[in-house]
């Protein structure tokens, strides 16, 4: 099985040495995605919810850009800088998850890059 990095043009540009995701097989690898700007000037600086649904609309983004869509995710692994946020997380997520969401663990993160609120990554199952 062969891995592939995966390019995202309507993903935020990454902020370091990684991939937006890696293909290998059927599955798709996403990197944590955060709040981040498409233009590349890094972290979008907002209340909790606003940096929240940012970051749920640049994995989105990637998914898509990989040919699937986030009924297609089936695991994603939450980092919260603030645990108090965790009430506030899960109805967000759940209007980008209505129906069978994926498998989760949310954590949280003593410090999280850029001093961003939230990271997200994924693991997709892609369709055929």
């Known amino acids: 099985m062969a891995k592939v990095c995966v390019f995202a043009p309507n993903g935020a540009p990454a902020v370091g040495p990684y991939s937006h995701a890696v293909k290998a097989g059927n599955l798709l690898f996403v990197s944590g995605q955060g709040p981040m ?5 890094g972290p979008v600086r907002g209340t909790f ?3 929240a649904r940012l970051t749920l609309d640049n994995l989105k983004a990637i998914v898509t850009d990989a040919g699937a869509t986030l009924a297609d995710v089936a695991k994603t692994t939450v980092f919260l800088a603030d645990m108090d946020q965790f009430k506030p997380f899960n109805a967000i997520y759940s209007e980008y998850f209505p129906s069978e ?3 989760r663990t949310c954590i949280q993160a ?3 890059p850029g001093d ?3 990271e997200i990554e994924a693991i997709v199952n892609l369709p055929s």
């Open 101 to 103: 969401p994926p498998a």
């Open 116 to 118: 961003i609120q939230v």
């Open 110 to 112: 003593g410090r999280l």
């Open 49 to 51: 919810e606003e940096e």
């Open 37 to 41: 700007a498409k233009d590349g000037s």
